[in-house]
T-cell receptor, first 114, second 109 residues
Framework: DTAVSQTPKYLVTQMGNDKSIKCEQNLGHDTMYWYKQDSKKFLKIMFSYNNKELIINETVPNRFSPKSPDKAHLNLHINSLELGDSAVYFC?????????????FGPGTRLTVL | KNEVEQSPQNLTAQEGEFITINCSYSVGISALHWLQQHPGGGIVSLFMLSSGKKKHGRLIATINIQEKHSSLHITASHPRDSAVYICAVTQGGSEKLVFGKGTKLTVNP
């Protein structure tokens, strides 16, 4: 049983294109996240949604737009892709309780912009 | 300077050795996390702790809130422990995780 799933696993595209990455969790969690891991393997939060509501929005170009149709899904749409967007993008989810927010990560999506 | 600092950056050990990875942080936190990233890329949460010590199998995590420091210990290390270990903190009052840059551990047979 997959807890947090992401599609696609690999995405290769040309500069200037628009692409989406999908994330789904079947853990019943209220909070979902998008993280970016750069070429130096450094993880950084991009967005967090709680029950379809945006609660964290880090300094991310507005070419990146998260969308949460329901609390089990958090998709990431990227417009006008740039070379610097090449990275691994991880989705994660956690229970809402602030005292206990262990995070469960998806397998990652490796985005390569040519 | 990053809010979460880990040391060492790289660590090579022989099978069976006792390993310690350190993490220091400079912000107020509600919890500290140790994560493991496998060579294949997947990330797994090992521990989440806000005080004291936790043990799971050969892994032990400790935290000293006053000193803003945590350690991850691996006893009787094994080549399958080879991975990147990442320290992260949940900043007080938010669900935001701030990550260290990771420690790459290689355990040779």
């Amino acid at each position: 049983d997959t807890a947090v799933s992401q599609t696609p696993k690999y995405l290769v595209t040309q500069m200037g294109n628009d692409k989406s990455i999908k994330c789904e969790q079947n853990l019943g969690h209220d909070t979902m996240y998008w993280y970016k891991q750069d070429s130096k393997k450094f993880l950084k939060i991009m967005f967090s949604y709680n029950n379809k509501e945006l609660i964290i929005n880090e300094t991310v170009p507005n070419r990146f737009s998260p969308k949460s149709p329901d609390k089990a899904h958090l998709n990431l749409h990227i417009n006008s892709l740039e070379l610097g967007d090449s990275a691994v993008y991880f989705c994660a989810s956690s229970p809402r309780d602030r005292a206990y927010n262990e995070q469960f990560f998806g397998p990652g999506t490796r985005l390569t912009v040519l | 300077k990053n809010e979460v600092e880990q040391s060492p950056q790289n660590l090579t050990a022989q099978e069976g050795e006792f390993i310690t990875i350190n993490c220091s942080y400079s912000v107020g936190i509600s919890a500290l996390h140790w994560l493991q990233q496998h060579p294949g890329g997947g990330i797994v949460s090992l521990f989440m702790l806000s005080s004291g010590k936790k043990k799971h199998g050969r892994l032990i995590a400790t935290i000293n809130i006053q000193e803003k420091h945590s350690s991850l210990h691996i006893t009787a290390s094994h080549p399958r422990d080879s991975a990147v270990y990442i320290c992260a903190v949940t900043q007080g009052g938010s669900e935001k995780l701030v990550f260290g840059k990771g420690t790459k551990l290689t355990v040779n047979p």
